[in-house]
Every structure is written in structure tokens, then in C-alpha cells.
């Protein structure tokens, strides 16, 4: 099975900051990587795939970088819809999800 | 709009059977791959996706032998028949669309919660 870890677990920032989450999986998987958004209460949301597709609607403050084994997500200037937990995914090999990035506001 | 309105969520006992099933609306339910995923408290896992015309099935290890995945075109519904039911197939179960024929699961319903506890 391919292990997905994120890194860090939980970030602190204030809105406007730029922040990077860092995913890193145990073998290759290409590009075959999405990121998702999901708030408390709700469903994951599709925000990133194949390591830097913008889903359509997702704003361009977000954005993915990344090939092989390590990526990253990085939002510009943080807004306060955007505290919530990130998730990586990849899908090169059905489907494994890493442990998430919970984005506090400090 | 993409809709997907999971059901079928409970309390069961430890050895028990559950079928979730999920209503899709607002695409065209016969051309897409469809999952399930579930959710512990923080942690997301895959469980289950079935091509377009239902005869191509995949599962993760953990639930092989036990659940079931399918679907009814005809009546735009996915399923997810649970049997021998553990505890730690507790969790919140999405339905989610595929993307191609990928694992990319680009909609997702808001779940049904499966509780398995004596």
C-alpha cells in the first residue's frame, strides 16, 4: 500500500499569511496527487489534481506543486474561509489519503 | 448541480449487515465510476468503487470478503451492502463521483453515519 504523510499536523497563521503543506508519499506516484478542503461538519471538497490543476471554481490563491514522491500546497495571502483541514490524496494506485493539515488562525 | 444523498446509516451490533445506499442527481449517473469512502474521526480511507456499468468492482483490503459494492442505472443509485459488520468499520460513509477511470473523486454526498458497537 502506498502511505501518504502530511506534514505539518496542525498550522497556526493569521489571515493573509502564506502557508505550505507538505505531502510526501512512500513510493512514485507521478503526479496522481489531489488535494481536498474539508470543513467541520461537512463533506471533503476537491480543490487540486494531478499535483497542480486548479478544480474549476477553487481560487487561484491556491496552488499545487509537485512530482515522484513529495508535494506541497501552498495559499497565498489566507482568508478566513480557508481555516479548515487539507487532506492529500493519491490515486496512482487506488486510492490512499494522508493523515491531514489542520489550518488554525493564530 | 452534482448531488449525491447518502442513506442507510445505524447503529448495529458487531456481526451484523447494513446497505447504505446513495441517490445521485444532476449528472449522468450511467457514465461515471462511483466510491465509497469512509471517515474515522480525522482519517479518510477508500473503501469500495464500481465502474459505469456495474461489472468491474475494486475494494480495499479491510472489507474484501464482507461488503459488496453496486449500482442500479435505472434508478441513479449506488450501494454499499455491509456484512459481518466490526468495530472499526465505524465511521461516516461518503458516496463520492469518479473522475474518468481514475480514483479522483471530484463530488462527494455529505454522508451516513455506520456505528458498530455491542
Known amino acids: 500500500d502506498i502511505q501518504m504523510t502530511q506534514s505539518p499536523s496542525t498550522l497556526s497563521a493569521f489571515v493573509g499569511d502564506r502557508v505550505t503543506i507538505t505531502c510526501r508519499a512512500s513510493?512514485?506516484?507521478?503526479?496522481?496527487l489531489a488535494w481536498l478542503q474539508q470543513k467541520p461538519g461537512k463533506a471533503p471538497k476537491l480543490l487540486i489534481y494531478?499535483?497542480?490543476n486548479l478544480e474549476s471554481g477553487v481560487p487561484s490563491r491556491f496552488s499545487g506543486r509537485g512530482s515522484g514522491t513529495e508535494f506541497t500546497l501552498t495559499i497565498d495571502s489566507l482568508q478566513p474561509d480557508d481555516f479548515a483541514t487539507y487532506y492529500c490524496?493519491?490515486?496512482?494506485?487506488?486510492?490512499?489519503f494522508g493523515q491531514g493539515t489542520k489550518v488554525e488562525i493564530k | 448541480e452534482v448531488q449525491l444523498v447518502e442513506s442507510g446509516g445505524d447503529l448495529v451490533q458487531p456481526g451484523e449487515s447494513l446497505r447504505l445506499s446513495c441517490g445521485a442527481s444532476?449528472?449522468?449517473?450511467?457514465?461515471?465510476?462511483m466510491g465509497w469512502v469512509r471517515q474515522a474521526p480525522g482519517k479518510l480511507q477508500w473503501v469500495a468503487t464500481i465502474?459505469?456499468?456495474?461489472?468491474?468492482?475494486y475494494y480495499v483490503d479491510s472489507v474484501k470478503g464482507r461488503f459488496t459494492i453496486s449500482r442500479d442505472n435505472a434508478r441513479n443509485s449506488l450501494y454499499l451492502q455491509m456484512n459481518s459488520l466490526k468495530g472499526e468499520d465505524t465511521a461516516l460513509y461518503y458516496c463520492?463521483?469518479?473522475?474518468?477511470?481514475?480514483?479522483?473523486?471530484?463530488?462527494w454526498g455529505q454522508g451516513t453515519l455506520v456505528t458498530v458497537s455491542s
Open positions: 463520492a463521483r469518479i473522475r474518468g477511470n481514475i480514483q479522483l473523486f471530484d463530488n
Open positions: 444532476g449528472f449522468s449517473f450511467s457514465n461515471y465510476w
Open positions: 465502474n459505469e456499468g456495474g461489472r468491474d468492482k
Open positions: 513510493q512514485s506516484i507521478g503526479t496522481w
Open positions: 494531478k499535483a497542480s
Open positions: 490524496q493519491q490515486y496512482n494506485t487506488y486510492s490512499t
